[in-house]
């Protein structure tokens, strides 16, 4: 019962990354001319969100590693 459990955690970690993944490419495609350019004083709000959708992928994907290591370890036994 609990191996059922983790597997749909894992199922909805993949599934957030890969969410997270188009939305990133997404914003990316959005990217303009005057954003790469910028004005010199930080980041620009595209960067800004493509760094977020990237760090949100990555949290998705650490999220996903740990359950399958949980899942091993539980059934290592077995």
């Known amino acids: 019962m609990s191996n059922a459990f983790f597997v749909i955690l894992l199922i909805l970690a993949m599934i957030g990354a890969l969410v997270m993944l188009v939305r990133g490419i997404v914003t990316f495609l959005k990217t303009t001319e005057a954003d790469l350019k910028g004005d010199g004083v930080g980041p620009s709000q595209s960067s800004l969100r493509q760094n ?27």
């Open 52 to 78: 977020k959708m990237m760090m949100g992928r990555v949290t998705f994907q650490a999220l996903a590693i740990l359950i399958v290591a949980l899942l091993l370890m539980m059934n290592g036994g077995k």
